[in-house]
């Protein structure tokens, strides 16, 4: 039978690093330009965006001019006294679990113009339609009638506290029909466009936040490309395969 030959492919005699080093400098100038794009897209257009809409609400606050109220001490108050104010901050804290920020209360800018403010204010309104007092007329019909523990025996007009938010009232029940009448159309479009507010206020900051994480995050990718394209541009070597010095000349060239 014929002998089969088989035949070697001729290969370099040395090892060079060109191609690698070409690869590295594409993916660096891709990480460059993908950084310079998302650093641009968050200060040129997200930025802008961000700040015409914190200091369009910003005019907004000074327009409409509601402010809160510091005695000389600098003690934050409400209807004369701090105690009123330590109230309403218990509802906002303690009940709906606000975290308040104290730096935000500022007496020399008394402004409502921040989220914490804008929540106290919200707040207030809430704290006074709850412990404020309604007169709950009863008719003869309707009585006798137990409410909260306490039995009214004869038709008459009587002062309860409504304690109560406006979708908690029973419209069927004689006395909390009434009571859900403290929470007048005005107290519920004030405490609405509060809630508005502090919605807007957030998305503003948040926003702004988000824009400045973004151009960051696009700096560092920049930054790494950058470093690539750096790296690409080191000495060349030619190692021959199977030589015994190869480990040591690698060595050499990284501590280099």
């Known amino acids: 039978m014929p002998r089969r030959v088989q035949r070697r492919t001729s290969r370099p005699e040395g090892i060079r690093l060109v191609t690698t080093k070409n690869r590295i400098r594409i993916v660096g100038i891709a990480l460059v330009a993908a950084g310079v794009v998302m650093a641009g897209a968050g200060l040129l257009y997200g930025m802008p965006q961000a700040t015409d809409g914190l200091a369009s ?52 800018d008394p402004i409502v113009n921040t989220r914490d403010e804008l929540m106290f204010q919200y707040a207030t309104i809430t704290y006074h339609v709850l412990h404020g007092v309604v007169k709950v007329t009863l008719t003869a019909e309707q009585v006798p009638i137990t409410y909260r523990g306490v039995t009214y025996t004869e038709a008459g007009t009587y002062d309860i506290a409504p304690e109560g938010y406006y979708a908690e009232f029973d419209r069927t029940n004689p006395i909390e029909a009434q009571l859900r009448g403290a929470w007048t159309p005005q ?35 920049a930054l790494s490309g950058a470093g ?15 030589s015994p010095r190869s480990a040591s000349v690698v060595s050499s060239v990284l501590r280099k």
């Open 187 to 221: 107290a519920l479009a004030l405490t609405a466009a509060l809630a508005g507010g502090h919605a807007n206020q957030a998305a503003g900051e948040l926003a702004f936040a988000t824009t400045l994480a973004i151009a960051g995050i696009g700096g560092l990718f």
């Open 228 to 242: 690539l394209v750096w790296v690409s541009f080191g000495r060349e070597v030619a190692l021959s395969r199977g």
């Open 57 to 108: 609400a910003q005019a907004m606050y000074e327009a409409q001019g509601v402010s809160l109220t510091y005695n000389e001490q600098g003690q934050l108050i409400d209807r004369g006294t701090p105690e009123g104010a330590a109230n309403i901050m218990k509802l906002l804290e303690d009940d709906w679990k606000f975290p308040v920020n104290d730096a935000n209360f500022d007496p020399a």
